[in-house]
C-alpha cells in the first residue's frame, strides 16, 4: 500500500499526524543520497596539493623513472604507507592502483580459478563447492564479489567486538569446505565494531584448524579513520598469526580511497613473502605495472607518517560534527519510542541503525517516495537478504550538514510511520 493510499481500516491519530508530517516531507521534493560511503568535497580539498606535487621529478628513492612500465610490488616509499596502515613490514606489502577491493577480487579471483597451492588446487575444482564465511552485517561489496565467483556464502552474527567467533569456529570445524573469512577489523562496515584482543587471537588461530588455503581477507578499510581523540587500538593479527604458525593464512587489504581521493588513491595488500609471489606471479599476466606516478605523488604527501596522522584529524574535524548531528536527531527523535536502534561508531564511515524486525524494507521504500535514497535495506547481508529484515546502513559523510539534517528527519518520520502502522 502506498503511504498516501486510505486504508480501509480508520487511521489512528498518532498515525494520522505521522502520515501528516510524512506528507509535507514529501511535498517538498527533495533528492538526498545518503547510499554510500564516499567523501565530501570538503574532505577532497585536503589533498588537492598531490596535483603538482611532483613538480616534474618523477624519480624514486631508488632512482626509478615513475613514468614508465614496471614495479609491480610498488615503490619503496610507497609501501613504507602501506606498513602505517597495516603494521606489516615494507617488504611484506605490495602497492596497486587505485581500490584495495580490485585486489581482493584478483587474490579471490587467482584462488578460485588457479588455486593457491599449485596445479589442482582451485577452489573451482573442489567438489561440493567453496564457501566463505560472511560477518553480517557487512560490506556489500565483499559479498557481490562471493556471488559473481559463484562462492557460497555463510552468514555469521557480528556481536558488538567482531564477529561471533564460536559460530566461525563451529562452521570450520563441521565444513570442509570453506575457505575464506571477510574481516573489517576496526570500525567495520557498517556496524563500526572493534574486534576485541580475544577475537583477534581466535581468527589467528583459525589455521590450525582449516584448509591450508583458508584465507582470512583482512580488510582494514578504516585503520586510521578515527572519529575521536582517542583513537582505537587493535591487537596486531600479523604478529599473533607469526606466534601460531598461521601467517599464510593472512591476507591484509588497505587503501587511501578515503584519504586522499576515493577515485585515484593507492592500495595494498600484505601477506607472507610466499603469497605475495605467489599473487604477483598471476598478477604479472595482468599487467606491466601499476600507476607508479601516483604512489610517488603518495609518498611525496606522507613523507612521515605523522603528516598521515594530522591529515585524518583534519578529516575527523569535517566527518565528525555530522556523525553526532545524526545521533543527536535518532537520540531526540526516536529515543526508546519505535524498538529502533542505531550505532555509534568512534571511526569509519556508517552508522549501522536497526528497526524493528520487519520495517527495513518497508522504510526505505517510504524515504525513496519522500526523495531521500538510502542504502537497498539487505544490502549488508550475503544475498542481499536480511533475515530479520531491521538493519539499515547510515552514510552520513557525503551531504552537507544541511542536506543530512533534513534526510535525517525524512528517514527519522518514516520509520515512525512504519513502526505505528499495523502490520498487514
Ligand atoms: C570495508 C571496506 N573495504 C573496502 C572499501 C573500498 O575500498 P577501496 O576504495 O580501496 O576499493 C570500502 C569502501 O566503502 C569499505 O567500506
Given at each position: 500500500m502506498s503511504p498516501t493510499q486510505s486504508s480501509s481500516t480508520p487511521l489512528n491519530s498518532q498515525e494520522a499526524s505521522l502520515l501528516e508530517t510524512y506528507e509535507r516531507f514529501k511535498s517538498l521534493n527533495l533528492n538526498l543520497d545518503i547510499t554510500r560511503g564516499k567523501p565530501c568535497s570538503d574532505q577532497l580539498d585536503?589533498?588537492?596539493?598531490?596535483?603538482?606535487?611532483l613538480a616534474g621529478n618523477y624519480?624514486?628513492?631508488?632512482?626509478?623513472?615513475?613514468?614508465?612500465?614496471?614495479g609491480l610490488d610498488g615503490l619503496s616509499e610507497a609501501r613504507e604507507i602501506g606498513a602505517w596502515l597495516l603494521?606489516?613490514?615494507?617488504?611484506e606489502i605490495i602497492v596497486g592502483s587505485n581500490s584495495s577491493l580490485t585486489f581482493m577480487y584478483q587474490y579471490i579471483s587467482q584462488a578460485h580459478?588457479?588455486?593457491?597451492?599449485?596445479?589442482?588446487?582451485?577452489?573451482?575444482?573442489?567438489e561440493g563447492g567453496v564457501r566463505f564465511i560472511c560477518p553480517s552485517p557487512g560490506y556489500d561489496r565483499h559479498f557481490s564479489i562471493c556471488e559473481h565467483l559463484g562462492i557460497e556464502m555463510v552468514a555469521v552474527d557480528m556481536i558488538g567486538n567482531g564477529p561471533d567467533m564460536d559460530q566461525v569456529e563451529a562452521l570450520i570445524k563441521n565444513d570442509p569446505s570453506i575457505r575464506g573469512i571477510w574481516c573489517?577489523?576496526?570500525?567495520?562496515?557498517?556496524?563500526g565494531d572493534i574486534y576485541s584482543d580475544e577475537t583477534i587471537q581466535r581468527i589467528a588461530n583459525l589455521g590450525k584448524i582449516?584448509?591450508?588455503?583458508?584465507?582470512?581477507?583482512?580488510?582494514?578499510?578504516?585503520?586510521?579513520?578515527?572519529?575521536?581523540?582517542?583513537p582505537a587500538t587493535i591487537a596486531d593479527i600479523r604478529q599473533l598469526s607469526l606466534a601460531a604458525g598461521t601467517e599464510n593464512n593472512l591476507v591484509q587489504f588497505a587503501s587511501t580511497s578515503k584519504i586522499?581521493?576515493?577515485?585515484a588513491g593507492i592500495s595494498f595488500l600484505s601477506s607472507t613473502k610466499s603469497n605475495l609471489k605467489t599473487f604477483t606471479d598471476h598478477l604479472g599476466f595482468r599487467s606491466i605495472g601499476p600507476d607508479k606516478i601516483n604512489q610517488l605523488r603518495h609518498a611525496r604527501f606522507f613523507e612521515q607518517e605523522s603528516q598521515l596522522k594530522s591529515h585524518m584529524k583534519k578529516h575527523a574535524a569535517i566527518i565528525q560534527p555530522k556523525f553526532t548531528r545524526v545521533l543527536e536527531l535518532l537520540d531526540s527523535e526516536l529515543g526508546d519510542q519505535t524498538g529502533a536502534s542505531w550505532t555509534r561508531p568512534a571511526g569509519g564511515y556508517f552508522i549501522s541503525f536497526n528497526t524493528k524486525p520487519g520495517l527495513a524494507r518497508e522504510v526505505v521504500k517510504l524515504c525513496a517516495e519522500a526523495g531521500v535514497k538510502l542504502?537497498?535495506?539487505?544490502?549488508?547481508?550475503p544475498y542481499g537478504k536480511?533475515?530479520?529484515?531491521c538493519n539499515i546502513r547510515l552514510a552520513?559523510?557525503?551531504?552537507?550538514i544541511d542536506e543530512l539534517d533534513q534526510a535525517i528527519r525524512v528517514f527519522i518520520a518514516c520509520v515512525k510511520l512504519a513502526t505505528a502502522r499495523p502490520a498487514d
Open positions: 585536503l589533498s588537492v596539493e598531490l596535483d603538482g606535487i624519480t624514486s628513492q631508488q632512482g626509478i623513472d615513475c613514468r614508465n612500465y614496471g603494521d606489516a613490514p615494507t617488504d580459478h588457479h588455486g593457491l597451492e599449485g596445479d589442482g588446487s582451485a577452489w573451482n575444482t573442489l573489517v577489523p576496526k570500525y567495520s562496515n557498517p556496524t582449516t584448509a591450508s588455503d583458508f584465507r582470512i581477507f583482512w580488510d582494514n578499510a578504516y585503520s586510521v579513520h578515527d572519529l575521536t581523540d582517542q586522499t581521493f576515493a577515485g542504502t537497498p535495506a539487505g544490502a549488508s547481508f536480511d533475515p530479520q529484515d552520513p559523510t557525503l551531504p552537507t
